[in-house]
Every structure is written in structure tokens, then in C-alpha cells.
């Protein structure tokens, strides 16, 4: 996957305005792209630059949940699939660690209450637990990637 371009011109104008008014974070989406800024997530700011983060983001409203039928320009969903949204706002980790195996992978199947992601918010790591049972037909989110409350996260095929 190309990474869209980053005009550093801004980047620096947004570093800037992150130091003068001391900001931690700035999110910016426009245009199918994204602009993750984060300065130093854990506690005392040492005399760095703030990590930047360029990913694109979704084309248009998330898509509707199972039994919706779609409004006006947003995708149905197949009937017998389940959306399981982010529950809060955090970074999506797909493993307990970075060398262990993931939770889920596509294709597999799910028990309710059986975990399928961890969700880091503040330094504290939350297991996600799918609220049905199923197969996993989608992972929606990238290892590592900052999601919304909300954002749908995996595509569960219902059992029955």
C-alpha cells in the first residue's frame, strides 16, 4: 500500500502550532487522507518532535450496521452479518504482544465472549470480546492503527 504525500510545509505549520499552544495530539482527515500528530502519549514531554502518522482514511460514512439495508450511498452489509464497532477511541492491536500470533484471523471461527482484538486508550489495554458467535469473515482494521468509537472493526458471519 502507497502512502499519500505528505506536504511537509504543513507538517512543520502543524508541529508548530502543536508546540506554541502545546497540544499533544491533532487529527486531521480531508480528502481521503489522514493526519495522525502525536507527541510523546506517555506522561512527561521530553524535547522531541511529535511521531507523525499518514494513513488514508475511509472513503465516505462507515458502513451500516447488519439489517440496515443501507442508506443512500452506504454499502449494504450481507444479511446473517454482525458489525462489531469499537467500543471506545484507541489504538487496535490484533495480538496480546508484538511477537505473539493474532487473536482472530479471517476465516476463523468466534465464540461469544471470546476475545478478538486488544484496544490500548490512556496506556490501559482493553480486550475487545465479540458479542456473538460466528465466523470471522472480515478484520476491518490494521494492526497498530488508531480507531474511533464506533468504527467497525470485524464482519462476523452469525451462526444459524
Do not use: W
Not at 508548530?16 to 499552544?21: P, R
Not at 487529527?27 to 518532535?49: F, I, K, S, V
Not at 486488544?118 to 458467535?133: S, T, Y
Amino acid at each position: 500500500m502507497e502512502l499519500p504525500q505528505v506536504d511537509l510545509d504543513q507538517l512543520r505549520d502543524l508541529m508548530k502550532l502543536m508546540d506554541q499552544y502545546d497540544f499533544d495530539e491533532i487529527d486531521l482527515r480531508e480528502e481521503g487522507r489522514r493526519l495522525h500528530l502525536l507527541r510523546n502519549a506517555g506522561g512527561r514531554r521530553p524535547q522531541t518532535a511529535p511521531s507523525v502518522v499518514v494513513t488514508p482514511a475511509m472513503a465516505g460514512p462507515p458502513p451500516a450496521a447488519a439489517g440496515d439495508g443501507g442508506g443512500a450511498g452506504e454499502p449494504a452489509i450481507d444479511e446473517g452479518i454482525h458489525v462489531i464497532t469499537s467500543p471506545m477511541v484507541g489504538t487496535f492491536y490484533r495480538a496480546p504482544s508484538p511477537n505473539a500470533g493474532p487473536f482472530v484471523e479471517e476465516g476463523q471461527r468466534c465464540e461469544e465472549n471470546s476475545v478478538l482484538c486488544i484496544l490500548e486508550a490512556m496506556k490501559v489495554m482493553n480486550e475487545i470480546r465479540a458479542d456473538c458467535a460466528g465466523e470471522i469473515v472480515k478484520i476491518l482494521v490494521a494492526n497498530g492503527e488508531a480507531v474511533e468509537y464506533g468504527e467497525p472493526l470485524f464482519h462476523v458471519r452469525l451462526d444459524g
